[in-house]
């Protein structure tokens, strides 16, 4: 799977923004997909993340209610809708990919596939 990431770019706080990862090689449908992201300094950190149907979604706590991800199979491409921007979501946002199974979607270790990461600005 390759993914390629884009919609970054600078942003005001309180303002919107749509990330978009465009996803080729393997059947897309039959993985999950993911979006983190990592400040300078910090740990990648867990945005999102949703199920092959897209039935299924789960957002990290520092997100919720503002973020929603969603995807469209039939275009290969997963979104990441972000809304009520912060400063403190300004990162470098990546979108990554697992095989569908399994419980548990917020460990990065869990994704075998990665994007290069678009960069988010939020000015205050």
């Known amino acids: 799977v390759q993914l390629q990431a884009s919609g970054g770019g600078l942003a005001q706080a309180g303002g919107s923004l749509r990330l978009s990862c465009a996803a080729s090689g393997r059947i897309f449908s039959e993985y999950v997909m993911g979006w983190f992201r990592q400040a300078p300094g910090k740990e990648r950190e867990f945005v999102a993340a949703?199920?092959?149907?897209?039935?299924?979604?789960y957002s990290g706590d520092s997100v919720k209610g503002r973020f929603t991800i969603s995807r469209d199979n039939a275009k290969n491409t997963v979104y990441l809708q972000m809304k009520s921007l912060k400063p403190e979501d300004t990162a470098v946002y990546y979108c990554?990919?697992?095989?569908?199974?399994?419980?548990?979607?917020?460990?990065?270790?869990?994704?075998?596939?990665w994007g290069q990461g678009t960069q988010v600005t939020v000015s205050s």
């Open positions: 949703i199920t092959w149907s897209g039935g299924i979604s």
């Open positions: 990554a990919a697992k095989r569908a199974g399994g419980s548990v979607y917020f460990d990065r270790r869990l994704y075998a596939y």
